[in-house]
T-cell receptor, first 112, second 112 residues
Framework: KAGVTQTPRYLIKTRGQQVTLSCSPI?????VSWYQQTPGQGLQFLFE???????NKGNFPGRFSGRQFSNSRSEMNVSTLELGDSALYLC???????????FGPGTRLTVL | AQSVTQPDIHITVSEGASLELRCNYS??????LFWYVQSPGQGLQLLLK??????LVQGIKGFEAEFKRSQSSFNLRKPSVHWSDAAEYFC??????????FGAGTTVTVRA
């Protein structure tokens, strides 16, 4: 079974731009979560979706948003990029609420 | 709210020696506990997990972890490390609010 895939793997943007990242979960997984990883803050939870509904959101500004489609694929969007948004963005999928999360390889976003 | 503490930022161990990584968690209910490993530039790979039952859990790559409720700990061990075990290790606690909370990570260096 294929793992979690994320596209693109690398992205360079400039301040003020917006960006959309994509995540395809493992087949049969209906829950998708997003995490931001930075050297200073570590791994921080962004949001989680299940059956197209956001069930939880981390402590991030409204510039960070996401959505999930009927095929469970998910996108996250960051508007008005800031230098501090440079990070590795990880997507994870799981079958049910208390199941194990399986992570994708991440998208490395660099904001110049 | 749940939280995870990994007291050791960096550990250096000789190849063939034993390894123990410490993890302490804070969570009001029965926790779901995980250990993940991350190689440079990669996503997170699940090593093992604890949901309930036997407090000593076996994982991949020869790792094991022991859940001790009285100490709020979930330490990771490996009897004999290999050079390929050099990576960053993350302990995480899951909860019923659909997210994982991660520790800051422990970087393991293996010397020949």
């Amino acid at each position: 079974k294929a793992g979690v895939t994320q596209t693109p793997r690398y992205l360079i943007k400039t301040r003020g731009q917006q960006v959309t990242l994509s995540c395809s979960p493992i087949s049969g997984h209906r829950s998708v979560s997003w995490y931001q990883q930075t050297p200073g803050q570590g791994l921080q939870f962004l949001f989680e979706y299940f059956s197209e509904t956001q069930r939880n959101k981390g402590n991030f500004p409204g510039r960070f948003s996401g959505r999930q489609f009927s095929n469970s694929r998910s996108e996250m969007n960051v508007s008005t990029l800031e230098l501090g948004d440079s990070a590795l963005y990880l997507c994870a999928s799981k079958v049910a609420a208390t199941d194990t999360q399986y992570f994708g390889p991440g998208t490395r976003l660099t904001v110049l | 709210a749940q939280s995870v503490t990994q007291p050791d930022i960096h550990i250096t161990v000789s190849e063939g020696a034993s390894l123990e990584l410490r993890c302490n968690y804070s969570y009001g209910a029965t926790p779901y506990l995980f250990w993940y490993v991350q190689s440079p530039g990669q996503g997170l790979q699940l090593l093992l997990k604890y949901f309930s039952g036997d407090t000593l859990v076996q994982g991949i790559k020869g790792f094991e972890a022991e859940f001790k409720r009285s100490q709020s700990s979930f330490n990771l061990r490996k009897p004999s490390v290999h050079w390929s075990d050099a990576a960053e290790y993350f302990c995480a606690v899951g909860s019923n609010d659909y997210k994982l909370s991660f520790g800051a990570g422990t970087t393991v260096t293996v010397r020949a």
